[in-house]
């Protein structure tokens, strides 16, 4: 009886093994590599704006506070955006002729609003406050990296579920003194814990800040 | 003890009352036969298989933030703001406080300085939200030509003032619906002193006016009645639902609760008597409760007139013997505490010996007052404006009024007639009825959110209607097409109301308005009350000739709809009526005698013709209605209004216009043919939709036994397990929700779940998923009858989610969906739910809901739908469950706003959207671990019960039983 199978073919039957798992393995590895990168999350990646707003300049260099312009952060969960006519407070004098500035000028004399592109977006199944965040410890820069050293806006850190529970379910090393929460940079990068800046916020038991009723409602 | 009456099982159907033992009885009566074939079935399979995968990709849409250009002044962005404004039904006015969101208003609340409102709003004020943001309703003037604008619109009543001026007027009428604006009456007094020869009509659909006429005989003057019912001791009423949905519901009920109280040893708790027609809410509420064809209560109130020395002699009459001596016995004692109510519909000698009795028993100046009309009226109807137009005296018209020719009477060709006009403006919020050729204008009505104006509560107090947003549609208010009309170029609203109170206003007039807008009302501006005494001898004669017996019909306002003007709205379409808990549709209710007498069922299709005209209508057998009596409520069928853009949430209705079957201003009809058909259309009634496993659901007892032994109402089931579980007990935190409902003081007018709808973005699901028991309410009203058909009592119990402590439906979540967190809430975790709906079938409350289909018109394509949620609530889509939250982001913003201020929740500070809508604080809420709390309180109270509590699931959702107050001699 001959040979119904020839060499090359048993070959051909370990390649396609190979392959295949190979292939599963890649794949695997790729949609875990893409789920940890920048494109999944969109950390680090510069939105279009309709004018190219520079935190560093303003903050950083001209020393503007954060809430001149995010003027209901502690008030509201809303931090809010700054009107055109608060920007026309000082574009009506500097750089009032600027090619990069059109925008908002003619959305002030159209009263047209500017639409700025969100670079923070929550699902909508979960709701963040801003204010209940800077009223106990929680600084700008803990969410929001080091926004006075960013000439365009990004995203500093994932804002994933997972993310958000790594400071819920143990706060004392993310919190800052009262004095830093507006300041323009991290304060430090030391993961110690603070128990004082806990027992003076009062922060509640981490426990009560990993109910699901906390954020999902 | 036999006096206990919360042993007898009660029943919630006619088929349940029919079946003993207590069986399960399908509340789908037939779901509706699939029309998919096999092989498209097997397509359908395929293709959700292949996007269930594509639902996993996808990155986030990209979103805009779009700040103000310039910021008003104290807005806070994400914090919503509240204006205090006014809401009108049937011309009067109910306090409200809308909530506004970034600019949208989402949800309406009761003003809490309003009199008319105390705090709480009815379904009407709430379902408001919903007509505001209706793509239907009209966008710009049109004529015979089409869209016209306003300047044309300004032409054309310059060339028809060019007429009038020659004449004085003559020829020209103005038709207004019931109005109390005394702004927009010192407008139209002002057009009627300019052409003094102006016509005035007026178009109510509701009331025929024999209340007013009444008064005018009696005391020489027309007057409105103004009820103290929290001074009333016993009250007895004749077919007047006080408690129903109305103007002064929000207050009427309060009034009532406030006298059901058994805290102060019974002293003051009412007793109510209810001679009624159709079953209406009062009579759930009322102690004892008589059912009579409204044809026989006026004879009822002759009878009582005679006991009480009104009329001299005996007479015969409808009432029993015994029923009538305990009703004149408790009366006559209760003196100056005592009230009669009668119906709209009786006859204008029912209501005089109304006001006579009042008299006798000393009523007036207590639990009575008499005031000046809140509704100025002209007295002449829609019948002398068609005669007017007959003659020829009336030549031009101005119709200030929502839609006069679909809600005419039968008998009444208005349409018809009104083409003989040489110039006619139309003035409402939807084009209605117009017939291709018609020569009308019609100008949009701009909406109440959105306009400037006033108005006046039921006992008189004016107040302001404050825009809440600018308008989304071009429009006008009915003062400002007024002063258009009279030849103001540029008419403003603003001026106009704000001219008005200025000249009335004191010398430091900026001071009360900003006060005034602030909160709301004109201070001190309630009507004083009249000094008058009734003339016994202005007594109309008894008519002798009106038919007692045989078939009759009562045409009602609707419970949901009011006079079909509501008949758009899809939260108040799919609300279910308190008694009949029927939704999307009307139908002709009937008693089970009658329906038996008849060869009738439920569900079969009957044609009703009266004099006027005919309909075709579905009948419902309802427990407790009036035996040779058929009540259908009016209403009009809208036309077929395709929004622009399309949209969804635009669902027909089964509603017939029964408005053809008036005959004049006839509400009771005696003259009346039904004939049962062979078609059967289903009534869709969700009272059966949700049953509950037990017949210890509602506990009541006599008030009496319950001061006397006030632990009667404790016993709990004997074979009650003890309070261990095998599941380790829940975690606790710093505060423990809890909710408790008084089923002595819910009087079942749906006021929560409308409120609950609102709040909590809870979809409409429509007619025909309404059919298949899909109705997404999270608190439902049940009702309950104990007792026999004929004569049925009627009991209502809200249910929403009971938040157990040992819940089961936490148990069998695949995915932890559903869990508890510290605070003894029983979360729902959407986006964790894959739609097993195990959660569902295991909640022994039945207070789960699933979104079957994507019943939410979210997205970008619906913007004027999606306006109205409250973005502090998420919007579920397909295939999740949802259920009750006891309004979690209430509770967080509550801690969130404790939290930045280092400060504990205060002992009350979280109220729930059903809590604050319910207009006798029925329902409580609070953290039952703070001994402040007034719901710790009522946790302790003896009447206090627990729905299955056999099943040891804890809820933190109790009950306080129902007392009931009865008359020693009429007990059974």
Same mark, same amino acid.
């Given at each position: 009886m001959t040979q119904l199978f020839s060499p090359l073919a048993d070959f051909v039957v370990r390649l396609v093994f190979v392959v295949v798992v190979a292939t599963v393995i890649l794949l695997a590895v790729g949609a875990w590599a893409w789920w940890r990168s920048p494109y999944a999350d969109g950390t680090g990646i510069i939105v279009d704006q309709p004018v190219p707003f520079s935190h560093e300049h303003h903050?950083?260099?001209?020393?503007?506070?954060?809430?001149?312009? &995010?003027?209901s952060v502690e008030n509201s969960s809303f931090a809010g955006m700054p009107t055109s006519y608060t920007c026309m407070t000082c574009h009506s004098q500097l750089w009032d002729e600027s090619e990069m500035l059109r925008p908002v000028r003619e959305s002030l004399a159209r009263n047209e609003p500017l639409r700025w592109q969100r670079v923070h977006n929550l699902a909508d199944f979960a709701f963040f406050d801003h204010r209940v965040h800077v009223s106990n410890g929680?600084?700008?820069?803990?969410?929001?990296?080091d926004i006075g050293e960013m000439p365009l806006t990004m995203k500093? &850190?994932?804002?994933?579920m997972s993310w958000c529970l790594d400071c819920h379910r143990n706060p004392s090393p993310h919190l800052e003194p009262s004095d830093r929460?507006?300041?323009?940079?991290?304060?430090?990068?030391?993961?110690?814990? &603070?128990p004082e800046l806990m027992a003076a916020y009062d922060i509640d038991e981490p426990s009560r800040l990993v109910q699901c009723s906390i954020c999902h409602r | 003890m036999t006096r206990q009456p919360k042993n007898r099982r009660p029943w919630q159907s006619l088929a349940e009352h029919d079946a003993a033992p207590r069986v399960f009885v399908p509340?789908?009566?037939?779901?509706?036969?699939?029309?998919?074939?096999r092989r498209e079935f097997l397509q359908l399979v395929s293709a959700s298989m292949a996007a269930a995968g594509l639902a996993g990709c996808g990155q986030r849409r990209p979103e805009a933030i779009v700040p103000y250009v310039r910021m008003p002044e104290s807005v806070v962005p994400g914090q919503p703001r509240h204006y205090a404004s006014t809401l009108s039904l049937a011309g009067i006015g109910r306090g409200v406080v809308v909530e506004t969101h970034e600019g949208r208003p989402t949800r309406i609340d009761g003003n809490p300085h309003h009199p008319g409102s105390l705090g709480t709003a009815d379904i009407f004020a709430q379902a408001a939200v919903l007509d505001l943001y209706?793509?239907?309703?009209?966008r710009a003037p049109t004529n015979a030509d089409g869209i016209a604008s306003y300047g044309a619109l300004a032409t054309a009543l310059a060339d028809a003032r060019g007429g009038w001026s020659k004449t004085g007027g003559a020829g020209l009428a103005v038709l207004t619906e019931p109005d109390g604006s005394p702004s927009f009456h010192a407008a139209l007094t002002a057009l009627r002193s300019r052409w003094p020869a102006i016509q005035w009509y007026q178009h109510d659909t509701?009331?025929?006016?024999n209340r007013r006429e009444a008064t005018r005989r009696l005391f020489g003057q027309a007057a409105d009645a103004v009820c103290r019912l929290d001074h009333a001791r016993v009250v007895a009423s004749?077919?007047?639902?006080?408690?129903?949905?109305?103007?002064?519901q929000a207050a009427m009920a309060r009034q009532y609760a406030t006298t059901r109280?058994?805290?102060?040893?019974?002293?003051?708790f009412s007793r109510w008597y209810a001679v009624e027609s159709t079953p209406a809410l009062t009579g759930a509420a009322a102690d004892h409760r008589l059912g009579l064809p409204a044809t026989e209560i006026a004879a009822g109130l002759e009878q009582l007139a005679a006991a009480l020395g009104v009329l001299d002699g005996a007479v015969e009459g409808p009432l029993p013997g015994h029923w009538l001596r305990a009703l004149a016995g408790d009366l006559r004692a209760a003196g100056r505490a005592a009230l009669v109510l009668v119906g709209d519909h009786l006859p204008v000698r029912a209501h005089a010996l109304g006001i006579l009795i009042n008299e006798r028993l000393q009523a007036p100046g207590n639990t009575l007052a008499y005031i000046d009309p809140v509704v100025p009226s002209p007295d002449r109807g829609l019948a002398a404006l068609a005669a007017g137009i007959d003659a020829g005296r009336v030549t031009s018209l101005l119709m200030l009024c929502h839609d006069p020719i679909a809600t005419?009477?039968?008998?009444?060709p208005l349409a018809g007639l009104l083409q003989r006009l040489d110039f006619c403006v139309h003035h409402a919020p939807y084009t209605g009825k117009r017939s291709p050729g018609d020569a009308f204008w019609h100008v949009p009505q701009l909406h109440e959110l959105e306009a400037w104006g006033d108005g006046r509560a039921f006992d008189g107090t004016a107040s302001l209607v404050q825009p809440?947003?600018?308008?989304?549609f071009s429009g006008m208010t009915r003062s400002e097409l007024l002063r258009l009309a009279a030849g103001e170029a540029a008419p403003s609203g603003y001026d106009i109301v704000r001219g008005y109170w200025r000249e009335r206003g004191g010398p430091d007039f900026e001071a009360s308005w900003r006060e005034s807008l602030a909160s709301g009302l004109v201070r001190d501006s309630a009507a004083e009350p009249l000094e008058m005494r009734p003339?016994?001898?202005?007594?109309?004669?008894?008519?002798?000739?009106?038919?007692?017996g045989g078939l009759s019909l009562r045409l009602t306002r609707d419970e949901t709809l009011w006079d079909g003007?509501?008949?758009?709205?899809p939260w108040l379409q799919e609300?279910?009526?308190?008694?009949?808990?029927?939704?999307w549709g009307h139908c002709a209710l009937l008693a089970p005698a009658t329906a038996e007498r008849l060869g009738i069922v439920s569900h079969q299709r009957l044609r009703i013709t009266t004099r006027a005209g005919s309909v075709e209508v579905s009948a419902f057998v309802l427990p407790g209605h009036a035996a040779e009596q058929l009540s259908l409520s009016l209403c009009t069928v809208p036309e077929h209004e395709e929004p622009p853009g399309g949209g969804a949430e635009h669902f027909t209705a089964?509603?017939?216009?029964?408005?053809?079957?008036?005959?004049?201003?006839?509400?009771?009809?005696?003259e009346v043919e039904v004939v049962p058909l062979s078609v059967h259309r289903a009534v869709i009634t969700t009272q059966t939709h949700h049953s509950l496993h037990?017949?210890?659901v509602i506990r009541e007892a006599v008030l009496e036994d319950y001061l006397a032994?006030?632990?009667?109402?404790?016993?709990?089931?004997?074979e009650r397990p003890p309070e261990?579980?095998?599941?380790?007990p829940p975690p606790e935190g710093d505060y423990a929700w809890a909710m408790t409902i008084d089923l002595n003081t819910c009087?079942?007018?749906?006021a929560c779940t409308l409120a609950c709808q609102s709040e909590n973005n809870i979809p409409v699901v429509g007619p025909a998923e309404a059919r298949r028991?899909?109705?997404?309410?999270w608190i439902r009203v049940d009702r309950y009858y104990r007792d026999e058909p004929q004569a049925p009592r009627t009991r209502f119990q809200p249910v929403p989610c009971?938040?157990?402590?040992?819940?089961?439906c936490e148990l069998v979540c695949p995915t932890a969906a559903t869990l508890h967190d510290d605070e003894g809430l029983n979360v729902m975790v959407y986006n964790r739910c894959?739609?097993?709906r195990d959660c569902s079938q295991n909640c022994?409350?039945?207070?789960r809901r699933f979104n079957?289909?994507?019943?939410?018109?979210?997205?970008?394509?619906?913007p004027l739908s999606a306006a109205?949620?409250?973005?502090?609530?998420t919007v579920r889509s397909e295939g999740v469950m949802e259920k009750c939250t006891y309004c979690i982001q209430r509770i967080s913003r509550a801690r969130r706003e404790a939290k930045s201020e280092n400060r504990p929740i205060g002992a009350d500070e979280v109220v729930t959207a059903c809590q604050s809508a319910c207009p006798t604080r029925a329902i409580t809420f609070g953290?039952?671990?703070?001994?402040?709390?007034?719901v710790s309180g009522l946790k302790k109270s003896p009447r206090r019960y627990d729905l299955l509590g056999e099943l040891n699931t804890r809820p933190r959702t109790s009950y306080l039983a129902r007392l009931v107050n009865p008359h020693p001699d009429l007990e059974e």
């Open positions: 903050v950083s260099g001209l020393g503007l506070d954060c809430r001149y312009c &995010h003027l929680v600084g700008c820069t803990s969410c929001h990296g500093a &850190h994932s804002m994933s929460i507006f300041a323009a940079s991290a304060q430090s990068t030391d993961s110690e814990p &603070h | 509340g789908v009566p037939d779901a509706a036969t699939p029309s998919t074939t209706d793509a239907r309703r009209a509701l009331l025929p006016g004749f077919d007047c639902d006080i408690l129903g949905a109305g103007p002064a109280d058994p805290q102060a040893g019974g002293e003051g005419a009477p039968g008998d009444l809440a947003i600018t308008p989304l003339d016994p001898r202005a007594l109309p004669r008894r008519d002798r000739h009106s038919r007692t003007r509501y008949v758009r709205n609300l279910p009526r308190p008694l009949a808990k029927t939704v089964d509603v017939v216009d029964s408005y053809r079957l008036r005959t004049g201003e006839d509400l009771v009809i005696t037990t017949d210890d032994d006030p632990d009667l109402l404790h016993d709990e089931p004997a261990h579980s095998l599941y380790p009087i079942g007018c749906n028991g899909r109705v997404m309410h009971m938040h157990c402590e040992y819940a089961p894959i739609g097993t022994p409350y039945k207070v079957w289909l994507e019943y939410n018109p979210y997205g970008r394509d619906v109205r949620f409250n973005p502090d609530v953290d039952m671990k703070n001994p402040d709390a007034r």
